[in-house]
């Protein structure tokens, strides 16, 4: 047997070929979570997730990782009170 290593056409070895695709699985996560891709989710209605506009204790929307200041939401539509809560609350943001 010989221990010659066949080489692809052109210019691209295996090596190459992999980092390559490696890398471009990459940047396609990041676009993919950067939310602004075609697979953005819809936001929920405030009656679905239990909103209210005064907190639940100690959660409320400025402290939950899905509040986006002043007053708007990743998940749920429409406009959110800084101190209000919902079933969707995941704690996450510190405030000052």
Do not use: W
């Not at 990041?30 to 405030?46: C, D, E, H, L, N």
């Not at 907190?55 to 708007?72: I, L, N, T, V, Y």
């Amino acid at each position: 047997m010989s221990d010659q290593r066949q080489a692809l056409p052109g210019c691209f070895s295996r090596r190459s070929l992999l980092c390559g695709g490696v890398r471009l699985v990459g940047a396609a996560a990041v676009v993919t979570a950067s939310g602004t891709g075609a697979t953005a989710q819809p936001k929920i209605s405030r009656k679905a997730v239990a909103y209210q506009d005064h907190p639940d204790g100690e959660k409320r929307c400025d402290k939950c990782a899905h509040f986006q200041a002043p007053s708007a939401c990743n998940v749920v539509d429409g406009p959110v009170d800084a101190q209000g809560y919902c079933k969707l609350f995941v704690p996450g943001r510190q405030t000052g």
